[in-house]
């Protein structure tokens, strides 16, 4: 794990985030956590366990008997209290979209694990990683999510895409999207990972696929212009007025 734990080191070195980068991992079902993996008390959501991760520096395990978040059940193909009809009248009631047709489009275009090839799923602090990711993830201010960009432009130039909906977000449009694509991700926090997860209004979500960790890096220390925190430009002497 020594390689991934420097991986975190170094993210942490270079933008100083408040809270730990995390690793993520889909298991088969519990028998795969690592010895001494933290599990709920009480039925959880997604969101909900990355925050408790990444502030409080645990390694927790969830399985689909611990989600306690339908819509994520229905992505990460656990068995679920509802049904993909009943999410999209959700979002109908809750405002998301304007009509029938939009909630089920909304329904249809979520990110998805294959139904019940994962049974659980590991998150753990990178720097202290009991995991090999699949996933890694970063919460951080928009300079922060800035610096990752420029990280992951430098190797080939390319411009990062990303699909944005404000909802159903760390634990779809992040982990699995970016788990299905091999590609990096910029995730807009959701309602839930504010409302359930404590998600602060200045937080975004970087998520990384971990072939691509160490040129993102390199990357990053390569950008010559302005490190993180940005140094403002500091006029002197200062232009008092007379």
Known sequence: MDNW????????EILRPQTYPLAIKFVKDESEFPERTRRPEEKIAICQAL??????????????????????????????????????????????????IGTQR???????????KYGGVVVSPLTRTKIVP?????????????RLLQGNMYKEGKKLKSELAGIMASCTAGIIRTFNTHECQV???????RVFAGTQDNEMLFTIPPEKAEDIIDGMRQ?????????????MPPPFPL
């Open 5 to 12: 734990m420097e991986i975190g080191k170094s993210l942490e």
């Open 223 to 235: 950008q010559r212009f302005a490190k993180y925190p940005i140094p403002a430009t500091l006029q």
């Open 187 to 193: 995730v807009v926090p959701g309602n839930g990972d």
């Open 134 to 146: 699949d996933v890694i993830l970063v919460y951080g201010n928009p300079a922060q999510i800035m």
């Open 51 to 100: 925050s408790i991760c990444r502030k409080y520096g645990w390694t927790m395990g969830i399985t689909g008997e611990d989600s306690g978040c339908p819509g994520a059940s229905v992505t990460y193909g656990w068995p679920s209290p509802i049904d993909e009809s009943q999410l999209a009248q959700f979002f109908q009631i809750a405002g998301y979209a304007s009509d029938e």
């Open 106 to 116: 909304i329904v249809e275009n979520l990110d998805r694990l294959e139904a019940g």
